[in-house]
Protein backbone atom coordinates (compact mmCIF):
# COMPACT_ATOMS: atom_id res chain seq x y z
CA UNK A 1 0.00 0.00 0.00
CA UNK A 2 2.66 2.30 0.76
CA UNK A 3 4.56 1.46 -2.16
CA UNK A 4 1.19 2.15 -4.51
CA UNK A 5 0.99 5.78 -2.45
CA UNK A 6 4.73 6.32 -3.46
CA UNK A 7 3.70 5.72 -6.92
CA UNK A 8 0.75 7.73 -7.26
CA UNK A 9 2.74 10.93 -5.81
CA UNK A 10 5.45 10.38 -8.26
CA UNK A 11 2.44 10.44 -10.57
CA UNK A 12 1.23 13.69 -9.54
CA UNK A 13 4.25 15.71 -9.55
CA UNK A 14 5.31 14.54 -12.70
CA UNK A 15 1.69 15.74 -14.23
CA UNK A 16 2.56 18.79 -12.12
CA UNK A 17 5.65 19.42 -13.71
CA UNK A 18 4.17 19.55 -17.15
CA UNK A 19 1.84 21.75 -16.15
CA UNK A 20 3.82 24.01 -15.12
CA UNK A 21 5.92 23.73 -18.34
CA UNK A 22 2.83 24.35 -20.57
CA UNK A 23 2.11 27.45 -18.45
CA UNK A 24 5.43 28.91 -18.93
CA UNK A 25 5.51 28.17 -22.56
CA UNK A 26 1.85 29.70 -22.90
CA UNK A 27 3.55 32.92 -20.80
CA UNK A 28 6.62 33.30 -23.29
CA UNK A 29 4.40 33.10 -26.43
CA UNK A 30 2.32 35.34 -25.15
CA UNK A 31 4.60 37.84 -24.54
CA UNK A 32 6.76 37.01 -27.99
CA UNK A 33 3.39 38.04 -29.57
CA UNK A 34 3.06 40.84 -27.18
CA UNK A 35 6.52 42.35 -28.06
CA UNK A 36 6.01 41.54 -31.77
CA UNK A 37 2.67 43.89 -31.97
CA UNK A 38 4.07 46.87 -29.67
CA UNK A 39 3.34 46.19 -26.07
CA UNK A 40 4.50 48.90 -23.84
CA UNK A 41 6.75 50.42 -26.63
CA UNK A 42 7.38 54.28 -26.72
CA UNK A 43 10.07 54.59 -29.37
CA UNK A 44 8.30 53.12 -32.46
CA UNK A 45 8.36 55.29 -35.41
CA UNK A 46 4.81 55.84 -36.13
CA UNK A 47 3.89 55.95 -39.96
CA UNK A 48 2.04 59.33 -39.63
CA UNK A 49 3.22 62.32 -37.51
CA UNK A 50 0.36 61.36 -34.77
CA UNK A 51 0.29 57.76 -34.82
CA UNK A 52 2.29 57.49 -32.27
CA UNK A 53 0.93 55.12 -29.12
CA UNK A 54 -0.46 57.30 -26.39
CA UNK A 55 1.94 56.22 -23.71
CA UNK A 56 0.88 53.89 -20.99
CA UNK A 57 3.06 55.15 -18.24
CA UNK A 58 2.68 58.24 -16.28
CA UNK A 59 4.07 61.63 -17.62
CA UNK A 60 4.88 64.76 -16.06
CA UNK A 61 3.21 67.75 -17.54
CA UNK A 62 4.61 71.50 -16.62
CA UNK A 63 2.59 74.51 -17.46
CA UNK A 64 3.74 75.21 -21.04
CA UNK A 65 2.80 71.32 -21.50
CA UNK A 66 -0.93 71.36 -20.14
CA UNK A 67 -0.93 75.02 -22.09
CA UNK A 68 -0.09 73.52 -25.33
CA UNK A 69 -2.21 70.63 -24.65
CA UNK A 70 -5.30 72.65 -23.50
CA UNK A 71 -5.16 74.86 -26.81
CA UNK A 72 -4.57 72.15 -29.44
CA UNK A 73 -7.73 70.48 -28.44
CA UNK A 74 -9.97 72.75 -29.28
CA UNK A 75 -8.36 74.24 -31.88
CA UNK A 76 -8.12 70.51 -33.36
CA UNK A 77 -12.13 70.33 -32.53
CA UNK A 78 -12.89 73.51 -34.68
CA UNK A 79 -10.80 72.57 -37.74
CA UNK A 80 -12.97 69.17 -37.49
CA UNK A 81 -16.25 71.17 -37.75
CA UNK A 82 -15.00 73.35 -40.53
CA UNK A 83 -14.41 70.07 -42.39
CA UNK A 84 -17.46 68.23 -41.54
CA UNK A 85 -19.33 71.87 -42.39
CA UNK A 86 -17.50 71.57 -46.04
CA UNK A 87 -18.96 67.94 -46.87
CA UNK A 88 -22.59 69.54 -47.10
CA UNK A 89 -21.17 72.34 -49.67
CA UNK A 90 -20.06 72.57 -53.09
CA UNK A 91 -15.84 72.49 -52.95
CA UNK A 92 -12.88 72.40 -54.65
CA UNK A 93 -11.86 68.65 -55.19
CA UNK A 94 -8.40 69.36 -54.01
CA UNK A 95 -9.36 70.99 -51.19
CA UNK A 96 -11.93 68.29 -50.22
CA UNK A 97 -9.29 65.47 -50.88
CA UNK A 98 -6.82 67.30 -48.36
CA UNK A 99 -9.26 68.04 -45.76
CA UNK A 100 -10.02 64.00 -45.87
CA UNK A 101 -6.69 63.62 -44.57
CA UNK A 102 -6.10 66.69 -42.77
CA UNK A 103 -9.01 64.97 -40.44
CA UNK A 104 -7.43 61.43 -40.00
CA UNK A 105 -4.56 63.47 -39.12
CA UNK A 106 -6.78 65.74 -36.29
CA UNK A 107 -8.81 62.97 -34.83
CA UNK A 108 -5.62 60.73 -34.30
CA UNK A 109 -3.76 63.81 -32.82
CA UNK A 110 -6.75 64.27 -30.22
CA UNK A 111 -6.17 60.76 -29.66
CA UNK A 112 -3.39 61.47 -28.73
CA UNK A 113 -3.34 64.67 -26.92
CA UNK A 114 -6.19 62.91 -24.89
CA UNK A 115 -3.83 59.95 -23.66
CA UNK A 116 -1.29 62.61 -22.70
CA UNK A 117 -3.38 64.34 -20.77
CA UNK A 118 -4.50 60.92 -19.12
CA UNK A 119 -1.38 59.73 -18.33
CA UNK A 120 -0.28 63.20 -16.70
CA UNK A 121 -3.58 62.72 -14.44
CA UNK A 122 -4.54 66.30 -15.91
CA UNK A 123 -8.61 66.50 -16.53
CA UNK A 124 -9.56 67.71 -20.01
CA UNK A 125 -10.89 71.68 -19.25
CA UNK A 126 -11.97 73.98 -22.54
CA UNK A 127 -10.25 76.76 -20.74
CA UNK A 128 -10.70 78.76 -24.23
CA UNK A 129 -14.44 78.60 -25.05
CA UNK A 130 -15.94 81.71 -26.70
CA UNK A 131 -12.16 83.03 -26.96
CA UNK A 132 -11.07 84.21 -30.08
CA UNK A 133 -7.80 82.75 -30.49
CA UNK A 134 -5.34 83.14 -33.81
CA UNK A 135 -5.51 80.25 -35.78
CA UNK A 136 -9.31 78.79 -33.84
CA UNK A 137 -12.47 77.92 -36.06
CA UNK A 138 -14.84 79.85 -34.00
CA UNK A 139 -18.80 79.52 -34.26
CA UNK A 140 -18.53 81.99 -35.52
CA UNK A 141 -16.43 81.21 -38.02
CA UNK A 142 -18.30 78.62 -38.90
CA UNK A 143 -21.54 80.41 -39.33
CA UNK A 144 -19.86 83.13 -41.44
CA UNK A 145 -18.98 80.22 -43.65
CA UNK A 146 -22.57 79.15 -44.07
CA UNK A 147 -23.90 82.40 -44.81
CA UNK A 148 -21.00 82.34 -47.51
CA UNK A 149 -21.88 81.55 -50.97
CA UNK A 150 -21.13 78.21 -53.10
CA UNK A 151 -18.62 80.49 -54.81
CA UNK A 152 -16.43 81.51 -52.36
CA UNK A 153 -17.05 78.69 -49.94
CA UNK A 154 -13.51 77.08 -51.29
CA UNK A 155 -11.67 79.89 -50.66
CA UNK A 156 -12.83 81.03 -47.49
CA UNK A 157 -12.68 77.43 -45.92
CA UNK A 158 -9.19 77.32 -47.20
CA UNK A 159 -8.22 80.58 -45.29
CA UNK A 160 -9.21 79.07 -42.02
CA UNK A 161 -7.45 75.77 -42.65
CA UNK A 162 -4.58 77.86 -43.88
CA UNK A 163 -4.68 79.93 -40.71
CA UNK A 164 -5.35 77.20 -38.05
CA UNK A 165 -2.47 75.27 -39.47
CA UNK A 166 -0.15 77.90 -39.20
CA UNK A 167 -0.52 78.93 -36.08
CA UNK A 168 -0.67 75.14 -35.28
CA UNK A 169 3.06 75.45 -36.31
CA UNK A 170 3.97 78.54 -33.52
CA UNK A 171 2.13 76.78 -30.93
CA UNK A 172 4.78 73.65 -31.72
CA UNK A 173 7.53 75.70 -32.12
CA UNK A 174 6.31 76.61 -28.66
CA UNK A 175 6.12 73.68 -27.02
CA UNK A 176 9.32 72.21 -28.20
CA UNK A 177 11.84 75.23 -26.81
CA UNK A 178 9.38 75.40 -23.63
CA UNK A 179 7.66 72.13 -23.07
CA UNK A 180 8.93 69.51 -19.91
CA UNK A 181 7.74 66.41 -21.15
CA UNK A 182 9.46 64.97 -23.56
CA UNK A 183 6.78 62.80 -24.76
CA UNK A 184 4.43 65.89 -25.60
CA UNK A 185 7.74 67.79 -27.01
CA UNK A 186 8.27 64.49 -29.37
CA UNK A 187 4.62 64.36 -30.48
CA UNK A 188 4.46 67.97 -30.45
CA UNK A 189 7.25 67.47 -33.27
CA UNK A 190 6.10 65.07 -35.41
CA UNK A 191 2.44 67.52 -35.02
CA UNK A 192 4.73 70.45 -36.58
CA UNK A 193 6.11 68.38 -39.61
CA UNK A 194 3.01 67.23 -40.58
CA UNK A 195 1.21 70.96 -40.43
CA UNK A 196 4.61 72.24 -42.62
CA UNK A 197 3.46 69.57 -45.28
CA UNK A 198 -0.28 70.38 -45.13
CA UNK A 199 0.30 73.89 -45.72
CA UNK A 200 2.92 73.32 -48.67
CA UNK A 201 0.03 70.49 -50.00
CA UNK A 202 -2.59 73.73 -49.55
CA UNK A 203 -0.56 76.62 -50.88
CA UNK A 204 0.29 74.08 -54.12
CA UNK A 205 -2.94 72.21 -54.77
CA UNK A 206 -4.36 72.87 -58.50
CA UNK A 207 -6.34 76.07 -58.62
CA UNK A 208 -5.00 77.40 -55.15
CA UNK A 209 -5.24 81.50 -54.89
CA UNK A 210 -1.40 82.99 -54.98
CA UNK A 211 -2.09 84.54 -51.40
CA UNK A 212 -5.10 82.52 -49.54
CA UNK A 213 -7.57 84.76 -47.74
CA UNK A 214 -7.20 85.27 -43.99
CA UNK A 215 -9.31 83.68 -41.45
Not at 92 to 111: C, F, I, M
Not at 120 to 132: A, K, S, Y
Not at 148 to 165: F, M, N, Q, Y
Request: net charge neutral; hydrophobic share 45%.
Amino acid sequence: MDEQIMVERRGLRVRAGRLVGVVATLVATAVAVGLSQGWGRTNQAPAASSAAAVPIAPVVLNGTDDAFIRLLIPMNEGALALIDQLDTRPADPSLRALLGEVRKAHRAELRDLRGLLAAGNVPELNIHEGHQMPGMVTEASLAELRATSDAEVSSRAAGLIRAHLAQTVVLCRGEQTAGGSPELKALAGRIQQARAAELNSLDNRPGAPTAAPGG
